[in-house]
């Protein structure tokens, strides 16, 4: 796609610009009351900061190492991205309440356009990895994705934190995507539901999972981010105790699930014998270039048909981005192993809720 000149020269400009991080303590308390007025400050400030985040990923994208810029893949999220900053910076002033539901629309808009965004890169990567026999310093397009992955997280978030707070009739307890009485508890026990289907879709059986921790117990944080993570955890728990033991007349040991709550943390542990992971191979977990899982979407992808969800299963991303979840909110992830026994997850997620985003 052709943008003009005077876009890209704007897209230098604002890509120059400090980006603002926010805390999911701030993001609470602002979003609490929902009145017009706040919503029109959110607005404003949305209007501002978006196109700063999205400007800095656009000029990042066509300057990667190994010729990854110029995949047909990544030019296609380079254009999303064009087009989003485009969109955004063609939008007026907001003055009122109509200017801001107009913005709102358009920027909800801005979120579906990058729904695919994940595995088309990860597209991009995979014909990279066709035409590249080298892997000691792939570095770079490492910690470049990290940070790319870490902004869009910071960006929907932050759209998806908007466009909730409309909601007339939010859920009890619930401000936008923050739910202020998370049960930890609760939410791994649906994680593990969903885990265990897909599960017993592959293989015909699950192995049990146990979950130990006080489920009245609740602290402010986003469900969905914290679904994603316990699921992602479970469901690589479940595959590697099921592969260990499919072949096996003993009963496959059950997953354990435990939810610490601590002063500054809350520490969610899960715990799999499942076989472990030898140690060359823990530094890979956390890359996106090691994934031996095969890409059966390309040809969906490149129709706009392809369900996210699904596609999280295969790709050998949900590791490394669950981890930036965690690290969202000030948290993190780590992965400890033996092998010859099994593999415990060790989710930190942070209680006071004030650490900044980080800003890549």
Not at 156 to 176: M, W
Not at 195 to 213: F, L, M, Q
Not at 234 to 240: D, H, I, Y
Not at 313 to 327: D, K, M
Request: negative net charge.
């Amino acid at each position: 796609m052709k943008f003009p000149k005077s876009l890209i020269e704007d897209l230098h400009k604002w890509g120059c610009m400090k980006q603002t991080g926010v805390s999911l303590r701030y993001m609470m308390e602002f979003g609490s009351t929902p009145t017009e007025r706040n919503l029109l400050i959110s607005a404003q400030f949305l209007h501002k900061e978006l196109p700063i985040r999205v400007a800095r990923r656009a000029l990042e994208l066509e300057t990667l190492p190994y010729g990854l810029s110029d995949k047909p893949a990544v030019l296609k999220v380079r254009d999303w991205y064009l087009e989003s900053f485009r969109d955004m910076r063609a939008f007026p002033e907001i003055k009122d309440t109509a200017d801001e539901k107009d913005f709102t629309q358009m920027i909800k808009a801005v979120k579906v356009r990058h729904n695919n965004v994940v595995p088309m890169m990860a597209l991009g990567v995979n014909q990279l990895k066709k035409g590249v026999h080298f892997y000691e310093n792939l570095d770079e397009i490492h910690q470049f994705l990290d940070r790319f992955y870490l902004s869009r997280i910071g960006v929907r978030n932050l759209i998806g934190q908007h466009v909730e707070l409309h909601n007339p009739n939010p859920p009890r307890h619930c401000v936008g995507y923050i739910h202020t009485k998370m049960s930890p508890v609760e939410v791994a026990r649906n994680a593990t539901e969903d885990a265990r289907s897909i599960c017993y879709r592959e293989y015909g059986s699950a192995p049990e999972i146990n979950i130990y921790g006080d489920p009245s117990f609740t602290f402010p944080y986003v469900p969905t981010h914290l679904h994603l993570m316990v699921y992602e955890l479970v469901k690589n728990s479940l595959r590697a105790v099921q592969e260990r033991y499919v072949d096996s007349d003993r009963v496959a040991p059950p997953v354990r699930i435990i939810v610490a709550d601590g002063i500054e943390d809350v520490t969610i542990k899960v715990s799999d014998e499942g076989g472990g992971i030898p140690r060359s191979g823990l530094p890979k977990i956390f890359t996106y270039l090691y994934s031996t899982a095969t890409n059966p979407l390309e040809e969906e992808l490149q129709f706009g048909t392809a369900d996210v969800p699904v596609i999280m299963a295969g790709y050998g991303y949900g590791l490394p981005i669950s981890r930036l979840y965690a690290r969202y909110f000030g948290g993190d992830l780590q992965i400890i192993s033996m092998e010859g026994y099994g593999t415990d997850a060790y989710l930190h997620l942070s209680r006071l809720g004030d650490s900044q985003e980080p800003l890549p």
